[in-house]
């Protein structure tokens, strides 16, 4: 399994189904009257944090995520069926971010935890909301409110359960290789990792992540070499 820590996605909730303009026509029904239902809610963005990932990589084959469209209302005043929500499973640590990549919106920290990223539509009136004692038969309803289009940055934090920590080319990278199917860049020289290499190790039914970390030599702490920046706030 490749492993992915930043993915880019294009979300939609979903617009709201138009108002219909609607009459009664019935039989030896002397006056008729509007009776056009209302348009359905358009389905929600949700974002949930489950159990059991570890990546983004399904990100990586799938970007977009269209919540569906309200239905129309129907005469017999009979209201649009609201739209079905879509849901994005995130592993636990997944920040959503912004279009500009740092604005954090929310912080998903804790299983089962849901956000919705961006509401539906609500549905327009039909014309039987706009009767009144001035107005007994109205031929005019409203459309559905659109949906909310957005660009997102979807960026995991923990990155891995096992840090490869090292002097330069002491065979971290070799290790990673063998352990896992991640493939990184080996040779005989020294700082050939100059980004953290992640793959994910599997023992039975149980999974964890291996970062090998780039090598570390004396004053790494006061910024020499490639320092310790890849470790986070210290």
Do not use: C
Request: charged share 20%.
């Amino acid at each position: 399994m490749k492993f992915l820590d930043l993915a880019k996605v294009y979300i939609r909730s979903g617009s709201g189904g138009g108002g219909a303009v609607s009459f009664r026509r019935e039989k030896y029904v002397e006056f008729g009257g509007p009776d056009g239902g209302d348009g359905g809610r358009g389905g929600d963005v949700i974002i949930e944090a489950v159990q059991g990932l570890n990546t983004l990589i399904d990100f990586r084959y799938q970007q977009h995520f269209f919540a569906q469209n309200g239905k129309h209302g129907m005469g017999q005043q009979r209201t649009g069926r609201g739209g079905d929500d879509i849901t994005l499973r995130v592993p636990v640590g997944t920040q959503i971010m912004d279009e500009d990549g740092e604005t954090v919106l929310v912080d998903m920290i804790a299983v089962g935890q849901k956000t919705v990223i961006a509401k539906g539509g609500n549905g327009g009136f039909g014309n039987l909301y706009f009767k009144s004692s001035t107005n007994q038969a109205p031929r005019r309803a409203n459309s559905g409110l659109a949906g909310v289009e957005r660009t997102l940055w979807l960026n995991l934090k923990l990155i891995a359960e096992v840090g490869l920590v090292g002097l330069p080319n002491a065979g971290k990278s070799t290790f990673l290789g063998e352990t896992t199917n991640a493939k990184p860049k080996i040779a005989d020289y020294e700082f050939t990792t100059l980004y953290p290499s992640l793959g994910v190790a599997q023992i039975d039914d149980e999974q964890f992540v291996i970062a090998d970390i780039p090598g570390l030599i004396e004053g790494a702490h006061e910024g020499q070499g490639y320092g310790r920046s890849f470790f986070g706030p210290h």
